[in-house]
Each structure stands twice: as structure tokens, then as C-alpha cells.
């Protein structure tokens, strides 16, 4: 066991389970502008999942750039991804676009990134659109591996670009994801819909680029929650090294979130350890704003219902910790960091999946809001899990 503050434990394990169809199209786009902060505001509940908007007016960008960029069409070795059996989806490059035009805020930039489009289409969902920021390391600096980043809520905005930064600079490929709409959206469940941004890290790992690399996601809140269910049930743990997995996740067990704190008040309050968020001021269930996520996923309203007549057996089935789960990543650390500010429900519903994984792990509370990223101790805990954790374990 590998304590850190004020808990942390590591353990060993095994892996399995299959991944959904998909169908993954994608297309590039130019340059980027300079790094800094998103959206600085903070949420004391779930009701805002997503701390990471971009937001303000577009900026310049330098679209001759997109001709250095790290290239998302097919390999030299001719290799489609249209084409390729052992992937859930694939592959067709669309074109280039220029990057002030996804990017509103010039601040929320990493130095000399290029953009990348792409349309996921997972069986039985409709298609979703993708877009990737991509940040290089600069000329001559041998590439450490390939680190994407998850915004949160349903994921429409782009992850804060400082860490990215930090993390180019260090001598990594950096990737911020962006979809079209949220990207829990079903039918069929969310465990269906995290089939999304497993297709995305699946293709990802097929490209010659990142052979021989290590492949590593972080995300907050809801983007903490797609890289969790892409581990439990999409089979992420074949080609991820690491998880950095923050604020989160908050759908831990959808079924607890939706009957709240009545249900499981008790056990919701041990999971935050003292010092952190303080009893009476923690929350153990969705508010309205997160319901509604939620239930986008289904057909009907399960977790607006739960409390009277919902279905909650369909829920914790379909939740991150689930009966039909996986929770053995023999080739994936696990490191959970949570805030000791946050007192929103994704700090113990997240803190169940931390709980459930029985393969390496660490668990990790700063000083920090429930937008981990957002403070400086958490910037620096998620760069630090990072560094350390992102080597090739496959």
C-alpha cells in the first residue's frame, strides 16, 4: 500500500470483457494560440459537472502549422483505420479546419497545437462529433508518451490548457477532447455510451505515432467518469497506461446519486475523510442539472425517478461500479485525486470506484476545489501523477 494524504492504498490484478462497435471518422484542423486558464469558477454540487468551459472571443492561429502536425490521417505503412479488425471503429480524414474557430478562448491554448475532427459513431447511438487539440513537444525533444485530457459534464468544452502545457513542455503529445453534445446521450445506457471515448483511445493507440509510448488519460468530474467506464466496461485497461482520474467519478453508482443521501448517508459520509469537506455541508445526491444528464441516457427518466418508482437495479447495473464491471487493470494504474473542497457528491461516488479497483492504485486528496485542476496544489498533483505514472505498461 502506497499512502498519500490522507489516503492512498496499491494493489495488483487481471483483465477482461469486450469492447461495443463503432465507427470513428476523422478530420484535421490548423494552429493553436499561447497557454493558460479556462473557466475559474467553481461548483459546490453537480449541478455544474463541467469546470472547464471555453469560453471568450476567438483568437488567431497560424494555419501554415498544420502542415508540422502530427498526422491523425492513415499511416506511411498504408494502414486504414477503416480497415482494421482489432479496433471498435474506424478512420476516414475529412480535412483541415482552423483552430480559432473551435477554440472561443485564445487563453485556453497550448503553444503551437493543431486541431483534429472526428465523427464517433458507437452501435445503436447516433453519430457524435469529435474534436482534438493536440500539443507537440518542441522540435528535437524525444517524445514521452500521449496524454489526453477529458473535460467535464458531457464533455462539450475543452479541458483547461494550462496542465497541458506544462506537460508539452515536459515531453509529452498532448490531446484535449471536445464532442459535439454530450457524450453520455443514448439510448441504452451510459455504460453504451462510454463506448465514445473508448473508440477514441482505441484508435488513438493504433497509430504508429504512439507505439512504443505510453498512452495516458486524466479527466475531471465527468470527464473523470468516460475514462471509468471505458475501464469497467469497455475494456479500456488493453491500451491505457494510466489513469488520472479527478474530481470523480461522479457516477460512481448512478443509483446511490439518484435516491440521495437518505439512501446511503451513512456510507456517503465515511468516504470523505476528515479534514476534507465538512458533514453537514456534503452532499450525497444528483441535483436537477445532473439528473437531467443523466437520464439523457435512457429512454425516460429513471434517475429523476428513482425516489418514487424508478428502475435502480437497471441503474447500479449501469453504473462505474457495477455488478457487470471489471476493477482488475493488470497494465493500468489507477490514481484517483479528489478535492478536500469539494463537497459535491462526486467525491464519494467517486471515492466507490476507488474502493472497487483491485489492481495498482493510489489515492490522492489535495487542497482543492471539486474542479481539482483549479487550484494550485491540484494542478500540481495531477502534473506530478503524470510525470511519474505515464510509462508504457503494455
Same mark, same amino acid.
Given at each position: 500500500?502506497?499512502?498519500?494524504?490522507?489516503?492512498?492504498?496499491?494493489?495488483?490484478?487481471?483483465?477482461?470483457?469486450?469492447?461495443?462497435?463503432?465507427?470513428?471518422?476523422?478530420?484535421? #484542423?490548423?494552429?493553436?494560440?499561447?497557454?493558460?486558464?479556462?473557466?475559474?469558477?467553481?461548483?459546490?454540487?453537480?449541478?455544474?459537472?463541467?469546470?472547464?468551459?471555453?469560453? &471568450?472571443?476567438?483568437?488567431?492561429?497560424?494555419?501554415?502549422?498544420?502542415?508540422?502536425?502530427?498526422?491523425?490521417?492513415?499511416?506511411?505503412?498504408?494502414?486504414?483505420?477503416?480497415?482494421?479488425?482489432?479496433?471498435?471503429?474506424?478512420?476516414?480524414?475529412?480535412?483541415?479546419?482552423?483552430?480559432?474557430?473551435?477554440?472561443?478562448?485564445?487563453?485556453?491554448?497550448?503553444?503551437?497545437?493543431?486541431?483534429?475532427?472526428?465523427?464517433?459513431?458507437?452501435?445503436?447511438?447516433?453519430?457524435?462529433?469529435?474534436?482534438?487539440?493536440?500539443?507537440?513537444?518542441?522540435?528535437?525533444?524525444?517524445?514521452?508518451?500521449?496524454?489526453?485530457?477529458?473535460?467535464?459534464?458531457? &464533455?462539450?468544452?475543452?479541458?483547461?490548457?494550462?496542465?497541458?502545457?506544462?506537460?508539452?513542455?515536459?515531453?509529452?503529445?498532448?490531446?484535449?477532447?471536445?464532442?459535439?453534445?454530450?457524450?453520455?446521450? &443514448?439510448?441504452?445506457?451510459?455504460?453504451?455510451?462510454?463506448?465514445?471515448?473508448?473508440?477514441?483511445?482505441?484508435?488513438?493507440?493504433?497509430?504508429?505515432?504512439?507505439?512504443?509510448?505510453?498512452?495516458?488519460?486524466?479527466?475531471?468530474?465527468?470527464?473523470?467518469?468516460?475514462?471509468?467506464?471505458?475501464?469497467?466496461?469497455?475494456s479500456l485497461g488493453a491500451v491505457l497506461d494510466l489513469a488520472v482520474v479527478t474530481g470523480g467519478p461522479p457516477m460512481g453508482r448512478v443509483d446511490l446519486g439518484c435516491l440521495g443521501g437518505a439512501a446511503w448517508e451513512s456510507q456517503c459520509h465515511n468516504l470523505v475523510p476528515s479534514g476534507a469537506c465538512p458533514v453537514e455541508d456534503l452532499r450525497c445526491g444528483y441535483g436537477p442539472a445532473a439528473m437531467s444528464l443523466i437520464?439523457?441516457?435512457?429512454?425516460?427518466?429513471?434517475?429523476?425517478?428513482?425516489?418514487?418508482?424508478?428502475?435502480?437495479?437497471?441503474?447500479?447495473?449501469?453504473?462505474?461500479?457495477?455488478?457487470?464491471?471489471?476493477?482488475?487493470?493488470?497494465?493500468?494504474?489507477?490514481?484517483?485525486?479528489?478535492?478536500?473542497?469539494? #463537497?459535491?457528491?462526486?467525491?464519494?461516488?467517486?471515492?466507490?470506484?476507488?474502493?472497487?479497483?483491485?489492481?495498482?492504485?493510489?489515492?490522492?486528496?489535495?487542497?482543492?476545489?471539486?474542479?481539482?485542476?483549479?487550484?494550485?496544489?491540484?494542478?500540481?498533483?495531477?502534473?506530478?501523477?503524470?510525470?511519474?505514472? #505515464?510509462?508504457?505498461?503494455?
Open positions: 500500500m502506497t499512502a498519500r494524504s490522507p489516503t492512498a492504498s496499491r494493489a495488483v490484478a487481471v483483465l477482461g470483457l469486450g469492447l461495443g462497435l463503432a465507427t470513428l471518422l476523422l478530420a484535421g #484542423c490548423s494552429d493553436d494560440a499561447s497557454t493558460g486558464d479556462a473557466d475559474a469558477s467553481s461548483s459546490a454540487n453537480m449541478d455544474v459537472l463541467d469546470i472547464a468551459a471555453d469560453s &471568450g472571443v476567438s483568437g488567431e492561429a497560424d494555419v501554415s502549422a498544420a502542415a508540422d502536425a502530427i498526422r491523425l490521417e492513415p499511416d506511411a505503412d498504408g494502414q486504414e483505420a477503416q480497415d482494421v479488425a482489432e479496433e471498435p471503429g474506424t478512420f476516414t480524414n475529412l480535412g483541415a479546419c482552423d483552430v480559432a474557430d473551435v477554440l472561443a478562448n485564445p487563453s485556453n491554448a497550448v503553444a503551437d497545437a493543431t486541431c483534429h475532427r472526428a465523427e464517433v459513431i458507437c452501435e445503436g447511438l447516433d453519430p457524435i462529433e469529435l474534436t482534438m487539440l493536440v500539443g507537440r513537444p518542441p522540435e528535437g525533444t524525444p517524445v514521452r508518451g500521449v496524454v489526453t485530457f477529458s473535460s467535464g459534464t458531457g &464533455g462539450t468544452t475543452f479541458y483547461n490548457a494550462a496542465i497541458a502545457q506544462a506537460l508539452v513542455d515536459e515531453g509529452f503529445i498532448t490531446i484535449r477532447r471536445r464532442w459535439s453534445y454530450d457524450w453520455v446521450t &443514448g439510448p441504452g445506457g451510459m455504460r453504451r455510451s462510454s463506448c465514445r471515448f473508448t473508440t477514441m483511445m482505441s484508435w488513438l493507440r493504433s497509430r504508429d505515432w504512439t507505439e512504443g509510448k505510453p498512452l495516458c488519460a486524466t479527466g475531471n468530474s465527468g470527464g473523470a467518469t468516460e475514462i471509468s467506464y471505458g475501464l469497467s466496461a469497455q437520464d439523457s441516457a435512457y429512454e425516460g427518466t429513471p434517475c429523476a425517478d428513482a425516489a418514487t418508482s424508478g428502475d435502480t437495479e437497471t441503474l447500479e447495473q449501469d453504473s462505474v461500479v457495477s455488478p457487470l464491471g471489471l476493477y482488475d487493470y493488470p497494465q493500468t494504474l489507477v490514481h484517483v485525486i479528489q478535492g478536500n473542497q469539494d #463537497c459535491s457528491e462526486a467525491a464519494p461516488l467517486g471515492m466507490l470506484y476507488a474502493e472497487a479497483v483491485t489492481s495498482e492504485k493510489v489515492v490522492e486528496w489535495v487542497e482543492a476545489p471539486h474542479g481539482v485542476f483549479q487550484s494550485s496544489a491540484g494542478k500540481q498533483a495531477i502534473r506530478d501523477a503524470i510525470l511519474e505514472g #505515464c510509462v508504457s505498461r503494455h
